[in-house]
């Protein structure tokens, strides 16, 4: 058993990572400030005897008192959306949040694992994109706010491995969704289940055929996991390597629904990435690790979840 700092915890990742460790016996610390994560994720697990939670914002000095085996840092808004709304917030985060757990994870001798993006690639040129890849990213445009703080958080976490020899692990997250993401949270799988689900068009930015690949909240889980107990310290992809557009994921949401509110389209939003899809040849090999639920069957489960919160 392990006792884990998860920051980010009551976030949609978070508070599904939480689960997992909290059943495989881990001890969990969740920070959080819940500017996007939410205290109804974690709420019934306040009575769990090894979970502890504490409203704190990372990017303010850290202090947790006894002994911890790891820090996981998964705190950041994550939707393109709150790109827009909570800019700094979000700089702060990937930055002086990043310096304040890498320093946790070095007063107490922990493993530091860094929730990374697929966005540090930016709109890639390379596809799919390997880890090697160093990607296409607009320095100051929208996205840069989350793009380059992470990029920042990547090498601020390799300096403090090189240089303070802190054991590192690194996460790249593609696209992933399921139970537990807010329905408001302006993503495009809850925007196009929670529209459909009231019978609203479905909102399609441009004209659909850019892609992305999506992945289940467990297959992430799993591999985040297996990736923290692995001994590899470089950036690995953990996703999907299903593509689809735009149009396709709107097909499927539909048939799902039976949704009749059709799809409109609407203006594509500054600097998106016209496809997306990760190269899972480290995680395959390094981890054994490879994703298992097919969309449609994930978008099933998520559907069902959404239609129960919003009571539909
Ligand atoms: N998108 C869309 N309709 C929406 C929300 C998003 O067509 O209501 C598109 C968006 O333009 C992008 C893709 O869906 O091309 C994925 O967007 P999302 O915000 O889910 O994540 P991203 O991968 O862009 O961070």
Redo the contacts with the bound molecule.
Sequence with gaps: MARIVVTGGAGFLGSNLVRALLDRGDEVVVLDNLLTGSESNIEELFSHQHFTFKKHDVSNHIWVPGPVDAVMHLASPA???DFERIPIQILEVGSLGTLNCLGLAREKGAKFFLNST??VYGDPLVHPQPETYWGNVNPNGPRSVYDEAKRFAEALTLAYHRHHGVDVRIVRTF?TYGPLMRPDD????S??ITQALRGEP?????D?T?T?SFCYVTDQIDGQLALLDSDYVLPVNIGNDKEFT?LELAEHVVAITNSSGGVVH?P??KD??MQ?RPDLDVANRELGWSPKVPLREGLEKTTAYFATVLGL
Excluded: A, C, K, W
């Excluded at 302006?186 to 799988?189: F, P, Q, T, W």
């Design positions: 939707s393109p959306v697929s966005e696209n302006g993503r495009v799988v925007n196009f479905l909102t399609v930015y441009g659909g850019q992305r735009m609407e594509l939003p998106d990435p997306r």
